[in-house]
């Protein structure tokens, strides 16, 4: 499939190194199942596909045991997080070039890999790539294009709720991939600490992808890659958990990683942005635990500022690189 009409990313359909799928499960259910399912019927098969449990306990693994020797599962003894679990995967998926993450929740179409892998090939400068992520329930609509950074802090997934046709079609340089349907190189990975364990689960990406910003490596939105993804599978959608983890991981990220002279200039921007989620979501009922959000990222900030010297020493890139590559507008 070639890119949309007058796209500058160029796409090449070769094969571009092994890859390792990672399927990160917590009580996914029969969705599980049926994402794996998506994985074996790749047109370009992964050369290993890994499932991670955090010790469900809905029984969503006994719907796999027809499929031993074509997949890896590791169970671990509690639920260690979306992040420390894909950590896991990474480092044990020492033999591969390329690390393909995808929630259980999601769905990839049967070019999904192939398609990623040939944006990879024809585009070594990006060193992670977004999939086309499609409402499960009505796949006329956009589930995501893409993860958007605002320069308050705040952080979308482009296109969310919007018509598919003809929206987010042409491949684009994006902020950051959302980890639910996603290739990266894996030496990229290493080389800036994988994901943030502490983050637990929601943020973790944008903060991964920022810190590859950081370090100059890019992310490509590839369209032609799609899945189908559920959304909120597992956690429940406005859940209290993705509430109290989205809003405390949102603090950690800007003060883990935005460039001093950026910090300084934005820090009312984000400080206000802060006090209106905490507004909206006390009208809507959620007092209690957006407060407690808020509350333990100020807590946090200690480790958060300690986290930040490692990205600082990291960063090669200047801050005006960084800037450009903020959204203006919320949720554009």
């Not at 599980?32 to 890994?50: H, V």
């Not at 977004?130 to 006329?140: E, F, G, I, T, V």
């Not at 950074?149 to 969310?160: C, I, K, N, S, V």
């Not at 190189?185 to 944008?206: H, I, K, N, P, T």
Request: proline share 4%; with cysteine.
């Amino acid at each position: 499939m070639l890119p949309p009409p007058g796209s500058d990313i160029l796409v090449d359909m070769s094969e571009h190194g092994k890859v390792a799928a990672v399927v990160v499960n917590w009580n996914g259910g029969e969705n599980l199942r049926r994402c794996i399912d998506s994985l074996l019927g790749q047109t370009r098969r992964p050369a290993r596909i890994i499932v991670v449990d955090n010790a469900s306990d809905d029984g969503s693994l006994n719907g796999l045991a027809s499929l031993a020797g074509a997949i890896e599962i590791v169970r671990l003894d509690s639920n260690t997080g979306f992040a420390a679990a894909n950590n896991f995967a990474i480092e044990k998926a020492s033999d591969c070039e390329w690390v393909a993450l995808l929630n259980p929740d999601a769905f990839a179409e049967a070019a999904w890999l192939a398609e990623l892998l040939a944006a990879a090939n024809a585009n070594p400068a990006f060193a992670s790539f977004a999939a086309r992520m499609l409402n499960h329930a009505d796949p006329a609509l956009l589930d995501g294009a893409g993860d958007a950074y605002h320069f308050t802090g705040l952080a979308w997934r482009r296109g969310h709720g919007t018509v598919a046709l003809n929206h987010y079609e042409r491949v684009k340089d994006v902020f950051s991939a959302c980890a639910g349907a996603a290739l990266y190189r894996r030496d990229a990975l290493l080389e800036v600490g994988g994901f943030d364990e502490s983050f637990f689960c929601y943020m973790e990406d944008v903060d991964l992808g920022f810190r590859l910003r950081l370090r100059g490596h890019r992310c490509l939105y590839v369209p032609m890659a799609v899945v189908r993804h559920v959304g909120s599978g597992t956690t429940g959608k406005g859940s209290d958990l993705s509430i109290y983890y989205g809003h405390r991981n949102l603090v950690w990220t800007f003060f883990k990683n935005m460039p001093l002279p950026l910090l300084a200039l934005l820090l009312i921007p984000h400080v206000l942005m802060n006090l209106v989620a905490v507004i909206v979501f006390v009208s809507r009922g959620k007092g209690r635990i957006i407060l407690a959000a808020k509350r333990d990222a100020v807590k946090g900030l200690g480790c958060i500022l300690r986290a930040r010297k490692g990205a600082k020493r990291q960063r090669n890139v200047s801050e005006t690189v960084i800037a450009g590559a903020l959204s203006l507008w919320p949720y554009a």
